[in-house]
């Protein structure tokens, strides 16, 4: 979708070391989502995000939305091969909940 | 609870067969959808349910494709008469409480 811009579009790392994905809306977020898909398999549901400056984590896994409501980044903290896949972003511009998703970060990690 | 559930998993047939995707989602869930992932387009909205009615079909691609919900634990997704360029990963997703869409394994479709 052209309203949600990921970058970037593909991520090759080391084992160990930290990452960060990010997610633009041309448009004030109602709420953020984040998640993770491996090929072949369903979305994984991360973290969702809805108020501006929040931050959530899931093991070594941050996520933030800025004050604006506009942007999310995704940070891997010492990353591990575990970690590969494609990272979507999602945005609820709404109350109905209906998500519009980014193009996806594919991340690999290499051992 | 087993997540939400599609079938088949994967679907292989010619063109202009008619073509139905099934979906179960999460009891309780009072939000459904499907999308349809292609390389080209990534993942896209085609319609979505709140509470059985449809609220949203304006990412439907074409008439050939429609969505029904029956009841709160049955969604179809059918494609007549299919082609070749409808070839994708259409998953479904359930939700309530605005918390995370739970989303299916997919059906990956390929149409020759």
């Known amino acids: 979708s052209q309203e949600l811009e990921q970058s970037p579009q593909s991520l090759i790392v080391q084992e160990g070391k930290n990452l960060t994905i990010n997610c633009t809306s041309s448009k004030t977020l109602y709420g953020l989502y984040w998640y993770k898909q491996k090929y072949g398999e369903g979305l994984i549901f991360l973290m969702m995000l809805q108020k501006g400056g929040e931050e959530k984590s899931h093991e070594k896994i941050t996520a933030k939305l800025d004050e604006k409501k506009q942007q999310s980044s995704l940070h891997i903290t010492a990353s591990q091969p575990s970690h590969a896949g494609i990272y979507l972003c999602g945005a609820a511009y709404n109350a109905g909940n209906m998500l519009t998703f980014g193009g996806g970060t594919r991340l690999m990690v290499k051992p | ?112």
């Not at chain 2, 009072?30 to 896209?44: H, I, N």
């Not at chain 2, 691609?61 to 179809?76: G, I, L, Q």
């Open chain 2, 1 to 112: 609870d087993a997540g939400v559930i599609q079938s088949p998993r994967h679907e292989v047939t010619e063109m202009g067969q008619e073509v139905t995707l099934r979906c179960k989602p999460i009891s309780g869930h009072d939000y459904l959808f499907w999308y349809r992932q292609t390389m080209m387009r990534g993942l896209e909205l085609l319609i979505y349910f709140n509470n059985n009615v449809p609220i949203d079909d304006s990412g439907m691609p074409e008439d050939r494709f429609s969505a029904k919900m029956p009841n709160a634990s049955f969604s179809t997704l059918k494609i007549q008469p299919s082609e070749p360029r409808d070839s994708a990963v259409y998953f479904c997703a359930s939700t309530r409480d605005r918390k995370g869409a739970f989303f299916g394994q997919g059906t990956r479709l390929t149409v020759v």
